[in-house]
């Protein structure tokens, strides 16, 4: 619940959590509460995350920030080409759930998907939704995650802020 608690910590009125993994938001609630904040105030599902996106945006939910951070998709290298067809899937579904003017941020700890390939995701993304997506910020891991310059699939954090126009 690191980026739910962010949110809400942030300012966020209402925080909607969605995770397979019941022990996780267990966990996100226990959080919440920690940094003074009442989980009851916020939405906790444990769901799969393309059946709930989904169902909001057939239900016509928009939120002002949806932020998308799966676990690995790409655990071997065989697994990329689905592990991209999921995060275009994955992309689409949450920036229909972006208000006009808000903000879509897509997280990857997938290491055998690179920044290129990561990104190039959220093309058809923009396209099938005719909405522009510019790129405000875009992050790897943090200097307490180094990497060595010959092993690239060690820089495996991907994160990137786009505004949805």
Do not use: M
């Not at 959590?17 to 105030?41: E, I, K």
């Not at 067809?85 to 808000?102: F, S």
């Not at 055998?112 to 390939?117: C, D, G, I, L, M």
């Amino acid at each position: 619940g690191g980026f739910s608690v962010c949110a809400a910590l942030g300012g966020a009125k209402r925080v909607v959590s969605v995770d397979r993994a019941g022990p996780a938001l267990a966990a996100a609630r226990r959080n919440f509460a920690l940094n003074g904040l009442d989980p009851a105030a916020h939405g906790f599902f444990t769901d799969d995350a393309f059946t709930h996106l989904a169902a909001a945006v057939a239900r016509g939910e928009r939120h002002d920030l949806v932020i998308v951070d799966p676990p690995s998709f790409a655990p071997t290298e065989k697994a990329v080409p689905t592990a991209l067809a999921a995060y275009r899937d994955l992309h689409r579904l949450a920036l229909e759930l972006v208000a006009p003017g808000g903000l879509l941020c897509a997280a990857s700890c997938s290491s055998h998907v690179n920044e290129s390939a990561f990104l190039s995701t959220l093309v058809p993304t923009q396209k099938q939704a005719s909405r522009p997506l510019r790129i405000l910020e875009l992050h790897s891991q943090p200097a307490d995650h180094p990497t060595l310059p010959g092993f690239p699939e060690g820089r495996y954090l991907k994160f990137v802020l786009l505004a949805a126009d």
